[in-house]
């Protein structure tokens, strides 16, 4: 199979980054790669699926995996993986022998693991340029679950119809579910044996990236985990603050102690990202340098600076975010800029992921979340054209037509895009641009 047939395949079935902003996968495809990774770091706190999913499918997501690098001809595979996944490690140790120039790339149990620089960076010592694509340094990194839809799509010619969602926290069964894209948040968490408390917020996404969404949020291709919390928990009233009141904050406290920046992960690897003087900057409206504004594109959010390094609990993350957005409006773009040297400290400067749980008051929820494979049943799906990077998928059905499982309902836009298709049989009850109601039939 060649990149051209490999990269239609992918695109027809749907096939994105199962997690994050959802980068089309057939659009990472490509020879100049000499190494590509497949990530399973797992990187925020109580999420279990990829390593579940690997243990569960070792051989069809590592031939998938394999499958990649010989179309892609690139030299070297590597798993990375952390090395407490020890039943999953067990589980590939199995296969791999099996698939010559695939091997594993142990990470330790940090934060942020799983951020795709510095993946890269542990287990190939390649720095990616601030601003950059892995695919300039000669690496293509996918994800644990796109490397099973592919082997899905290609064996079985199954689309994405389905996804994994770690169900945990505050719920009466946690668990990993196999939803039906267009499910609700509420769905899973009934399936999850219901809140264990009243009035819960569901926080989607993960501890340290995700955001408080309503239970009506319709569960995508990028849905990696629910977290059922209380209204008085530290994530839930951090996640609330507002932007006044975290610049407000910051004037009065922030003493410029430099540990936002002394631990971000970004600034460790020698990209131009130091939130401290950020956080000075823009507290006391000096824009003598606006290089300290304009770095803020390289920031990666991954919350280490405000949820953990920071002891007033200020909020750079945040700040910089909003910054960030602002600049990419005005139509500013992120300059083109080299790295600096490693910092010899980052080893000794890693956030280990206990403690890093112990400081978001997470610990008690770290339960068994058992995967369960089967893709659950729900009366209603609210499917969304864009679940990925790129213009959304084009509708090709109309209220009324009664639609399989797996069939297309939404073709692939001009440009980088892919293919939405029917997470359920039913009835579509309404179309929009923005979305396809299917009402389920049968089971």
């Not at 699926?49 to 051989?59: D, F, G, N, V």
């Not at 490397?147 to 010619?157: F, G, I, V």
């Not at 993350?317 to 910054?323: C, F, G, K, N, V």
């Amino acid at each position: 199979m060649d990149i051209k047939e490999l990269a239609a395949l992918l695109r027809q079935n749907g096939v994105v980054g199962a997690g994050g902003a959802g980068f089309p996968t057939y659009a990472k495809l490509d020879a100049r790669a000499d190494t590509i990774v497949m990530n399973c770091a797992e990187c925020e706190p109580l999420l279990k699926l990829h390593r579940q999913l690997l243990e569960s499918h070792a051989e069809e997501i590592v031939a998938a995996f394999k499958l990649i690098k010989d179309t892609v001809g690139a030299q070297d595979a590597i798993i990375g993986i952390k090395k407490a996944y020890k039943q999953t490690i067990a589980a590939l140790e199995e296969v791999l022998p099996r698939y010559e120039g695939v091997r594993l790339g142990l990470l330790d149990e940090v934060y942020p693991a799983g951020d795709e620089v510095v993946l890269i960076y542990e287990v190939t010592g390649r720095v990616v340029r601030p601003g950059g694509l892995p695919i300039e340094c000669g690496v293509c990194v996918f994800n644990v679950e796109t490397c099973y839809n592919l082997s899905r799509a290609l064996n079985k010619q199954e689309p994405v119809v389905d996804k994994l969602v770690s169900v945990v926290a505050e719920v009466n069964h946690p668990v990993t579910l196999r939803m039906p894209i267009g499910a609700t948040v509420e769905d899973a968490v009934r399936l999850a044996g219901g809140a264990k408390i009243k009035d819960p917020v569901y926080f989607v996404g993960g501890p340290m990236m995700g955001n408080i969404l309503p239970g009506t949020t319709p569960i995508t291709k990028t849905t990696n985990a629910i977290l059922v919390l209380p209204q008085n928990h530290y994530l839930v009233e951090r996640k609330r603050s507002r932007t006044e009141t975290m610049l407000k904050r910051a004037a009065a406290s922030c003493c410029q102690c430099s540990m936002c920046t002394d631990l971000c992960p970004r600034h460790m690897l020698g990209h131009p990202i130091q939130p401290h003087l950020f956080m000075r900057a823009a507290t006391c409206k000096d824009v003598q340098d606006p290089n300290i504004f304009v770095n803020t594109f390289f920031c990666c959010s991954c919350g280490l600076c405000e949820l953990y390094s920071c002891f007033q609990g200020l909020s750079p993350r945040s700040l910089m975010a909003e910054y960030k957005n602002g600049l990419r409006a005005a139509g500013v773009k992120p300059p083109k800029v080299e790295a600096a040297p490693v910092n010899p400290a980052r080893e000794l400067r890693k956030a280990p992921m206990k403690r890093l749980m112990a400081r978001l008051d997470l610990v008690k929820y770290d339960a068994p979340a058992p995967l369960q494979d089967e893709c659950v049943a729900v009366k209603t799906v609210h499917i969304p054209t864009r679940q990925h990077i790129g213009a959304p998928a084009v509708p090709c059905v109309k209220a009324g037509d009664v639609v399989e499982r797996g069939q297309v309902v939404a073709n692939p836009a001009e440009g980088l895009s892919v293919a939405i298709h029917a997470s359920v049989k039913g009835r579509v009850r309404e179309v929009t641009a923005a979305q396809i109601v299917i009402d389920t039939i049968g089971e």
